[in-house]
């Protein structure tokens, strides 16, 4: 066969195949591709949208720590927390011969949170040997100045001070003014309450003691603590409970200041993000400052105790500068739960937390072992009673926030950190609180038909001259901060009403005088209705004709009905009103025997117009009020008002000294020596529902009420009941005398005192009675004529 036939066939082969080969080509191409087509599509999108989801992300945490950022600012840098109003008692002023006992100048030192050591050195020390005292006083900012701290000697001999010394220059004192108690404070609705340290005032202890238990690294992390949450985690596992937690002071702070209690993942995330920002934006002194001022340290009923300032009066009764390292301790122990730890009703715990806390420090190099075990060995310290809230005086704080309302908005007084001086005596508080318990105890059990607790009493003592409220009671438990008897018990007065008319009668010399005689006869009067009215006295009878210092002195009714009436219903409200009364009084006859219902501190009001001589000065409770830098801002100086002549005054006040000598009030020699002259006027209203007195001395003026809440009838007239607690007051207090001095219009001449003539003080029962000059008696008795007549005889036979 020829090759050219065979190269054919062979090509024609090869053209078979070729076609066939494409074909396969061609289907796995469309294939390949369309699988790298799809594996495009699924990968890209993917990485594209994590990246996006990254990136925006990011931009929520920017924005979003942007927004914390800004709330940390704004909060951490304006106000940082409501300031409380802080409320001080008077401070004691001493000079040589001002009344001090030992017993009260002991009180009045503890109650300023002295400590009582062998040698005082160091300020709030006091020592004592005998009747000799020495003290050094604390640095304090007054409302017209600042006091500096002084070391004192003092001597007290015969119940006044007998020598006042600077102790460290040993020249004597003239005056020496001690820093008024902090009695309470105005803090704001969420009943949170502080007293706000500046760091340098954060003792080295104290802060050691913070960073021994709560945060160790707190100078070297950035306010989240990594190596703190892994050691609080193993320790936790390793004890398989939680035991430790690995929150940072930062961290502690952001959660009690900026955000809500809840227990959540958002909310810790929240904590650590805040407390990095500020960390980043705030010194670490800052931050100490803060904290210290914020964290949670213990409950004084509904008032939350915040920040270690307050915390150190509450327990301690002191300063925080002032406390020692065994104390810091104890402070710091209570933040891991102060409600748990309290050492006043758990001791033992706290004892054992605190030692822990020391344990602490020293192991950490913080302080050595021997300093931790001698602190171990102390005590707890804590007082029964630190520095508490209004609650200890709630009263009296109650009278300073309704006074204060006149000038200021309630948010000033609950943010504003004013200081507001205050005219409470605490001594006088003290012994007003434990006599009137006291004295309620013993009137229910005397009168054994009185459930016990039934009666309920209120008390103001003033400051006859200046008007202060020196101690104020609104019942038999000092400490309850409810109903307010003294400024709101609007009851009847009954007789104490009756010196208002008998003054009023007085100021008219010419017609009476304290001899002039009174009908105490039976009347009746006609009301516009037709109704008779028919008064009794207390013992149901009739006396005839009374001089009128008679009338008043045993109180006798009939005498003064008719004596009110004559002088004019619409005279005697006029009278009253100028003596401080400013609630309405309808001029019925009756209000002359006392149907007008008064509080215990109104009837003060119009009583001091009385005790001061006829010059009536308003009733107050606060002296200063100063910011938190001690500039003043508002004065409350003496508003005097004469609403009576000195000589009409000084009558009824001898017409009073005899009340309580011969008449109504003459029980009270049970309390007080005889030869020490009070005046006063007993009150009761009918079915002796309420018991009243009014009385006053040298130096105080007290209003006392004693009743039921429930208006039932007590039992008590004014001298078995309100006298009594006046009594027991007054004994404690040690009062001076009330050393009348009459008026230049006022002379003393002999009398009569059954008939008001002029007498003799040879005549048998002849007393010298005070008259307004020009007004004494024309007649003459029977004693003096023949005395003039023998006189006139035996000068004509000398002749």
């Known amino acids: 066969m020829p090759p050219t036939k065979k190269k054919v066939v062979r090509k024609k082969k090869a053209a078979k195949k070729k076609p066939a080969s494409r074909k396969k080509v061609v289907r796995r191409k469309p294939a390949a591709a369309g699988k790298r087509r799809k594996s495009?599509?699924?990968?890209?999108?993917?990485?594209?949208?994590?990246?996006?989801?990254?990136?925006?992300g990011v931009l929520v945490l920017g924005a979003y720590s942007l927004y914390l950022s800004q709330v940390v600012r704004v909060k951490f840098e304006g106000k940082r927390w409501a300031i409380p109003a802080r409320v001080y008692a008077r401070p004691l002023e001493l000079y040589v011969g001002a009344d001090l006992t030992v017993e009260r100048l002991k009180a009045e030192l503890q109650a300023l949170g002295y400590r009582k050591v062998k040698q005082a050195v160091k300020p709030a020390q006091w020592s004592q040997s005998g009747s000799r005292f020495i003290f050094q006083t604390r640095d304090f900012l007054f409302w017209d100045g600042e006091e500096p701290s002084r070391r004192v000697g003092l001597r007290i001999r015969s119940g006044v001070v007998a020598a006042l010394k600077d102790a460290t220059t040993g020249r004597d004192l003239d005056i020496l003014r001690l820093e008024p108690p902090e009695i309470g404070s105005i803090y704001p609705s969420h009943r949170e309450d502080r007293v706000?340290?500046?760091?340098?005032?954060?003792?080295?202890?104290?802060?050691a003691a913070l960073l021994a238990a709560e945060d160790r690294d707190y100078f070297r992390h950035h306010g989240v603590n990594p190596l703190s949450i892994a050691r609080a985690v193993m320790a936790n596992i390793k004890a398989g409970k939680t035991v430790q937690g690995g929150s940072t002071l930062t961290q502690q702070l952001v959660k009690n200041f900026f955000l809500t209690p809840e227990r959540s993942l958002w909310r810790k995330f929240n904590e650590a993000l805040m407390a990095i920002i500020l960390d980043a934006r705030y010194g670490k002194d800052e931050i100490l400052?803060?904290?210290?001022?914020e964290v949670f340290l213990g409950q004084d009923g509904e008032r939350a105790i915040h920040g270690f300032?307050?915390?150190?009066?509450?327990?301690?009764?002191?300063p925080l500068v002032e406390l020692q390292l065994h104390e810091t301790a104890l402070l710091v122990g209570l933040l891991k739960g102060a409600s748990y730890y309290d050492p006043r009703r758990?001791?033992?715990?706290?004892?054992k937390r605190r030692n822990l806390v020391l344990q602490l420090m020293a192991d950490q190099g913080f302080i050595d072992q021997a300093t931790a075990d001698r602190a171990m060995k102390q005590p707890l310290g804590v007082g029964r009673k630190g520095r508490r809230s209004s609650s200890r005086h709630p009263a009296f704080i109650d009278l300073v926030r309704r006074q204060l309302r006149r000038d200021y908005q309630e948010e000033d007084l609950t943010s504003e950190g004013l200081r507001i001086f205050t005219t409470l005596d605490p001594w006088a508080q003290q012994v007003l609180d434990t006599q009137i318990a006291r004295g309620l105890t013993a009137l229910e059990k005397a009168r054994k038909k009185l459930p016990a607790g039934s009666l309920q009493a209120a008390m103001v003592l003033v400051s006859p001259q200046g008007g202060e409220i020196r101690a104020l009671s609104g019942g038999r438990d000092a400490g309850f901060a409810g109903f307010n008897r003294a400024l709101d018990a609007v009851r009847p007065i009954g007789s104490l009403i009756k010196p208002v008319v008998y003054l009023l009668a007085l100021s008219r010399p010419q017609e009476y005088s304290l001899v002039t005689l009174l009908e105490d006869e039976p009347v009746s009067l006609t009301d516009a209705r037709g109704r008779v009215w028919s008064p009794k006295n207390y013992d149901h009878q009739a006396h005839g004709l009374v001089p009128l210092h008679t009338a008043l002195a045993h109180s006798y009714n009939l005498a003064t009905v008719r004596l009110g009436m004559a002088l004019g219903l619409d005279a005697v409200v006029r009278q009253l009103k100028a003596m401080g009364v400013q609630r309405p009084v309808r001029p019925l006859p009756s209000l002359l025997l006392g149907a007008v219902s008064l509080s215990p501190l109104e009837v003060a009001q119009f009583y001091q117009a009385i005790a001061s001589g006829g010059f009536r000065t308003p009733l107050r409770a606060i002296r200063e009020i100063t910011d938190r830098e001690g500039h003043p801002l508002q004065r409350y100086p003496l508003e005097v008002k004469q609403v009576a002549e000195p000589?009409?005054?000084?009558?009824?006040s001898r017409n009073l000294v005899e009340v309580m000598r011969e008449g109504t009030g003459r029980g009270v020699r049970r309390y007080l020596p005889e030869d020490l002259e009070v005046a006063g006027k007993t009150g009761t209203t009918d079915e002796l529902r309420d018991s009243w007195f009014a009385g006053f001395t040298g130096d105080w003026l007290a209003v006392a009420w004693v009743g039921r809440d429930d208006n039932k009838p007590a039992g008590l007239t004014g001298s078995s009941g309100a006298l009594t607690l006046w009594g027991r007051v007054m004994k404690a207090l040690k009062p001076q005398p009330l050393g009348l001095l009459p008026p230049d219009d006022v002379v003393y001449v002999w009398v009569d005192p059954r008939t008001g003539y002029l007498s003799a003080e040879d005549c048998e029962g002849a007393i010298a009675m005070p008259f307004i000059r020009g007004s004494e008696p024309r007649l003459r008795s029977s004693c003096l004529e023949g005395m003039e007549q023998h006189r006139s005889f035996l000068d004509r036979l000398f002749d």
Request: glycine share 8%; hydrophobic share 45%.
């Open 346 to 351: 758990h001791p033992q715990r706290a004892l």
């Open 289 to 293: 400052e803060a904290y210290a001022n």
């Open 647 to 652: 000589g009409p005054v000084y009558l009824l």
């Open 40 to 56: 495009t599509r699924r990968g890209f999108p993917w990485f594209r949208w994590l990246l996006g989801l990254s990136l925006l």
């Open 196 to 207: 706000l340290v500046r760091r340098d005032e954060l003792p080295d202890h104290l802060v």
């Open 309 to 318: 300032g307050l915390a150190s009066w509450f327990y301690f009764n002191r």
